[in-house]
């Protein structure tokens, strides 16, 4: 670990100190569980960046290829899983609970793995790969089927150039209420986060008297915004990632490292 601003056991005053704890995640929390991040390298299927699949676009204009690259996300996460930065996160969760102090993990991830290692009080504010939303009559439900459907079995690969199946209405997945399409309970480019889960992650990052980044490039708004309320609600501000940007505007702590190396060691009371 690099540490270029501020000290470890400063950081750990704070953590000591602070009433109202808040932890913002990225991709690269879940980097070591072997997922790759969305900018860096082997963040692309096939030709396509995330950012042309995950959008409203490409699912009105081919929702079977947007169903293949997720049944694809599904084969590779199904089998992940959490890391040590992970299991530090849940682990301080259990000791600001057993002190009657407030610890809230807000995550980009969709992967689910902050719930796999045990945390608790867990905003997902892009939603979540396990779970699917019938966009005629809106319900919600957990869905672990991988394949989504018999018809993506075997396909969804990152080699070739282009959709390997051309698939059909009835091969995908339906909702079981009303019969409409099912897609991914995820918020895509261009779209909006849920409101109600928006603002419970600003009330956790403007109350915070102590707010930790990591692994997040930190370019995608609104989350990315969480840092700079948290930095006006007065909380002390802490990176941890793998190559922190030049930008170190209102940072107090910059460790510089991989969070499932840095965390288990950091996420510690002084007298611990
Ligand atoms: P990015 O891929 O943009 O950034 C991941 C960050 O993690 C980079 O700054 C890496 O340097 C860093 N990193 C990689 N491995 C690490 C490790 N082992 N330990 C610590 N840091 C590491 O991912 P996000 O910032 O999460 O949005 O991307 C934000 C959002 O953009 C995603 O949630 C997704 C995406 O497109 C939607 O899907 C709406």
């Not at 719930?115 to 396990?130: D, K, T, Y």
């Not at 409101?195 to 009330?203: G, I």
């Amino acid at each position: 670990m690099r540490v270029l601003r501020g000290e470890v056991s400063e950081f750990q005053r704070w953590l000591q100190k602070s009433e109202r704890f808040a932890v913002l995640t990225g991709a690269g929390v879940s980097a070591e569980s072997g997922i790759p991040t969305f900018r860096g390298p082997g963040g692309l299927w096939r030709q396509y960046s995330a950012v042309e699949l995950a959008t409203p676009q490409a699912w009105s204009e081919n929702p079977g290829l947007v169903w293949e690259f997720y049944n694809y996300r599904r084969v590779l996460m199904g089998e992940k899983r959490p890391n040590p930065a992970h299991l530090a996160l849940a682990k301080i969760e259990k000791e600001f609970q057993k002190l009657g102090k407030a610890f809230t993990l807000i995550t980009q991830n969709i992967d689910d793995l902050h719930l796999e290692a045990g945390s608790q009080n867990l905003i997902r504010l892009h939603g979540s790969l396990w779970e699917v939303r019938c966009v005629r009559c809106a319900k919600v439900s957990p869905n672990r089927e991988v394949p989504i459907t018999p018809a993506f079995a075997g396909t969804g690969g990152v080699e070739g150039n282009g959709p390997s199946k051309a698939f059909r209405e009835a091969d995908l997945p339906h909702c079981s209420e009303c019969g409409g399409l099912l897609r991914p309970h995820v918020v895509w480019f261009g779209e909006m986060l849920d409101p109600e889960v928006l603002a419970s992650a600003q009330k956790a990052a403007l109350e915070a008297e102590l707010f930790l980044v990591v692994g997040t490039s930190a370019v995608v708004y609104p989350a990315a915004g969480l840092v700079e309320l948290a930095a006006q609600g007065g909380a002390k501000i802490a990176v941890v990632n793998l190559d922190v940007p030049v930008s170190h505007r209102f940072l107090d702590f910059v460790f510089e490292g991989a969070a499932g190396e840095i965390l288990p060691s950091l996420l510690q009371f002084p007298d611990s």
